[in-house]
Every structure is written in C-alpha cells, then in structure tokens.
C-alpha cells in the first residue's frame, strides 16, 4: 500500500501539493460497467488509486487518477431507485426541494441526471421545466409523455447548450467523479443567475473516514469531500450555501443554498478541520488493512466449513469486496435488485449477477449486505422469499 506519487497540486484550492496517505494497487476502473461475459469481466481494464489530502482546504484525491481511462457510456449503470428504502428517500429529497425553492413555472437543470429517475419525480411534483443533462442517459418509454421533461445525452456546457439557463441546478453524485471540480462548478454558476438555487450530493468522506468505509474508496470517484472542503470550494466559485448536512443515514453530504457574486479571494481554511482529517485518515489507512485481513479470514473459514456465501448489492460496495478480498472469486453468488445489471458481470471477479429470485435454487447459507442502510429490506425479501439463512452486514 505504499509508494511515490507524482506531486499534484490540489484540484479544489490549487493552493498546496497533495499529501499521499493510502494506495490500493490494481483494482477495476469502473465498477458500475458490467460485462456481458466472464471473460470479459475478468479482463476489465484496472489502475492504481492514491489518496491525498490537501493541508490547505481539506480535500482529499486519487493523485493518480487518469481521466482518459474513464468513458461515461449508457453502458454505465449505477441506479439504486429499484431499492424501495432508496425510492422513498429520494421521493422525499424531491418533494422537500420543490416546496423549500418553490420549484413551480421555473427552469430547473440536473447536471448529471443519470437515467432520469430523480429529476422525473421533481417534474411530477411541479410545474416547472426540467431538462437532465448526462452522458449515460438512455430513452426511457416511462418519460416519453411527460411535457415538461427532456434529456440530453451529453455533458452539459452552457456554451454549447446557450439556451439552457435556469432558476435551479441540481448535481448529485457527481462531483466525487470530476478531475476539475473548479471549472466544472463554474460552468454551472455561469448558468444561474445571482439568487439562483442549487442542490449538490455527493458522497460523504467524513463518514467513510470515521465509519471505515473501505468499501466506498473506488477509481470513478476522483474526488472525496467532506463538510468543509466542500462548503469553501462552492463559495469560492459563488454557490453560497445555507446549509451543508449529511443525509441517508450519514453516507451522503448534501448542499444547498443560492448562488452570490463570485469572490476575489477563495474562504480561509480552518486549521483544525485539516488537523481532524489528517488524523482520519492516518487511522482509516490502519483499519484498512485490519478489516481486509478479517474478511479475509472470515470467509476463507465459512468457505473452508462448506457454506455457500452470496453477496447482496453489484454497486460499488459489492464490487470493491469482491476484488480487494482474496477469495472474493469463490462467493457462490452476486445480487441486486436493478433489472439493468442482471445476467451481467461482476468485473474483475466475474461473477453473473442475480435476481433475488434466482437464490432459492442456490442453497446459500449466508447473504452478506454491503450497505447497511439496506440491511431490514433484505432481511423482508429474503423471508418472502422463504429463505433461512444468515444475514451479515458487511
């Protein structure tokens, strides 16, 4: 886990050179692209990742991350709305942002909408006129009827798209993937006007760092934020926000607030939020290699004892155990609920993935869950399902 990495100047201030705190070595660069066969998964394209934490602002980044290795293609599938726990936390996200910005007869934008599903639910709840803008967007028939919904598969520039202005931007889970999250944030400032409302999500670093969420460390996401660092970086490119929470259960950071005039000077740092996080991240790089170990051990025994171990969830989560687990390939099978990804594979370890159906001919005696805000819903499906075995969260 350890070695030189080129020195990066930080992405977010560009006021210091990242300090290097944790590699992973080898893991796939996307692990929400699943292949059509075994072989191909087994050869899905890999890289090396290296966080760094930026002793100015706070951020942390992959110092090796290379943005030619990743294409965003409707091949790339990383949906959790077949989830009914996640549908009625976004559900409610909708209903509470068209209430709180009086999102009726105005023109709201999603920059990085992925197969529509959230900004649908803000046009069903609303009057105004919504336009999803992503790269991996796909025709979806349940959209076709609705007047004051489109989508445009392709990266959103407001000088390409000019005619594209709005009273609302919307950008969630993206920003974690963004080389550039400066000029990526100031393409869609230069979309609203002064006073304009914005709703970012992203990932929540502090919550991984402090909870151990090795699971979540992945190449797409360049980029890892918490409460601060992301608060200075939309105010220093005019996004001011009124409020930056956590939300779903701590895992997500949200941030929400009207945009302001641009300033001349990017907001101090706070000197104790990079000694906290340096801290953080000194023990999270610890308990990496404590937790791989466990899990090694652990399932390497259960294997050993004859037990037939399934995994619930081919998100990242799912697909990061897979691969940094020495037996990963020997986990009899791989579920999730998203019809998109079923009869695919898993890359790296190849495993097809699964409906929750198909486990009743399987004999498994063990479902790990890889996120625990899922742990209850599973629990119900596997009981419909008429199946007695062990439950684990991950």
């Known amino acids: 886990m350890s070695g030189a990495a080129t020195?990066?100047?930080?992405?977010?201030?560009?006021?210091?050179?990242?300090?290097?705190?944790?590699?992973?070595?080898?893991?796939?660069?996307f692990c929400n692209v699943f292949a059509t066969s075994p072989t191909e998964a087994s050869r899905a394209q890999c890289a090396d990742l290296e966080l760094g934490l930026c002793p100015a602002c706070a951020m942390i980044y992959n110092v090796r991350f290379e943005p030619a290795l990743l294409d965003y293609s409707p091949e790339y599938e990383n949906s959790l709305h077949f989830s009914q726990k996640f549908r009625a936390y976004a559900d409610g996200l909708a209903t509470m942002l068209v209430r709180n910005y009086d999102l009726f007869d105005k023109d709201v934008i999603e920059v990085g909408c992925g197969k529509g599903d959230f900004l649908a639910a803000i046009a069903r709840k609303s009057t105004s006129r919504c336009v999803g803008f992503d790269k991996s967007y796909e025709d979806e028939q349940s959209f076709r009827e609705m007047p004051n919904l489109?989508?445009?598969?392709?990266?959103?520039h407001p000088h390409t798209y000019e005619d594209c202005r709005a009273d609302f931007i919307i950008s969630r889970h993206v920003l974690e993937h963004v080389p550039d999250p400066r000029a990526f944030l100031l393409e869609m400032r230069r979309a609203l006007p002064d006073g304009g409302g914005f709703y970012f999500e992203v990932p929540n670093a502090m919550f991984q760092l402090q909870?151990?969420?090795?699971?979540?460390?992945?190449?797409?996401?360049?980029?890892y934020y918490t409460a601060p660092s992301l608060a200075r970086l939309l105010r220093s490119v005019g996004f001011e926000p009124t409020a930056v929470h956590a939300s779903f259960?701590?895992?997500?950071?949200?941030?929400?607030?009207?945009?302001?005039?641009?300033?001349?000077?990017?907001?101090?740092?706070?000197?104790?939020?990079?000694?906290?996080?340096?801290?953080?991240?000194?023990?999270?790089?610890?308990?990496?290699?404590?937790?791989?170990?466990?899990?090694?051990?652990?399932?390497?025994?259960?294997?050993?004892?004859?037990?037939?171990?399934?995994?619930?969830?081919?998100?990242?989560?799912g697909v990061s155990f897979l691969n940094l687990?020495?037996?990963?390939?020997?986990?009899?099978?791989?579920?999730?609920?998203?019809?998109?990804?079923?009869?695919?594979?898993?890359?790296?370890?190849?495993?097809r993935i699964t409906s929750p159906e198909e486990l009743r001919g399987l004999?498994?005696?063990t479902v790990l869950v890889m996120n625990p805000n899922y742990r209850d819903e599973i629990a119900a499906q596997l009981r419909d399902l008429g199946m007695r075995c062990e439950v684990l969260v991950v």
């Open 7 to 29: 020195a990066t100047l930080c992405p977010a201030c560009g006021a210091a050179e990242l300090e290097p705190f944790f590699r992973i070595d080898s893991i796939p660069v």
């Open 211 to 223: 909870e151990f969420g090795i699971w979540d460390i992945i190449y797409e996401h360049c980029s």
């Open 150 to 156: 489109r989508f445009v598969a392709d990266e959103f």
């Open 363 to 365: 004999a498994i005696d």
């Open 325 to 351: 687990i020495a037996c990963g390939t020997q986990v009899a099978a791989v579920v999730d609920l998203n019809e998109r990804k079923q009869n695919r594979h898993v890359a790296g370890t190849a495993q």
């Open 249 to 317: 259960g701590g895992q997500f950071l949200c941030a929400e607030g009207h945009t302001a005039p641009i300033p001349t000077d990017a907001p101090a740092p706070e000197s104790d939020d990079v000694v906290e996080i340096r801290d953080l991240a000194t023990a999270f790089t610890r308990e990496f290699e404590r937790t791989i170990l466990g899990w090694n051990d652990a399932l390497a025994l259960r294997l050993a004892n004859g037990e037939r171990i399934a995994i619930w969830g081919a998100g990242s989560k």
